[in-house]
């Protein structure tokens, strides 16, 4: 699966891994050493998320129901909790940069394909 920024297309993620299930979501990223580059986790469902246990930053971008870009917060280090996003369904997980190239604003649509 590939995720699309609508309205001037550019590519968010290349591979999407999916942790839709309760120990997928549970699990995210821990035990993994990075995200390449074009590669993403797509957790769903998800309002809030940690970093707590590992061993590199990541960006997240935080969906509504109609995968509507609710918030985003690009370079979470390590060993930190996101707020609680209440219009939030799902989250997108990528590797720290990731949001500094694409230019993404608050209300874009992500497609995910």
């Known amino acids: 699966m590939r995720a699309i920024v609508a309205g ?27 995200l390449d580059s074009g590669e993403a986790l797509w957790i769903k469902p998800c309002k809030g998320i940690h ?18 870009v609710v918030a985003q917060i690009p370079s979470l280090p390590p060993n930190r909790i996101s707020p609680i996003y209440r219009r939030a ?9 990731t949001l500094a ?11 995910i394909l």
């Open 8 to 34: 001037p297309a550019r590519e968010l993620a290349g591979t999407i891994h999916v942790a839709h299930s309760l120990f997928a979501r549970m699990k995210g990223l821990l035990g993994r050493k990075s």
């Open 51 to 68: 970093t707590i246990g590992m061993r590199f930053t990541i960006d997240a971008v935080f969906l509504d129901g109609d995968n509507r």
């Open 89 to 97: 369904a799902s989250v997108i997980e990528l590797p720290a940069g």
């Open 101 to 111: 190239g694409i230019g993404l604003a608050i209300g874009e649509t992500i497609e």
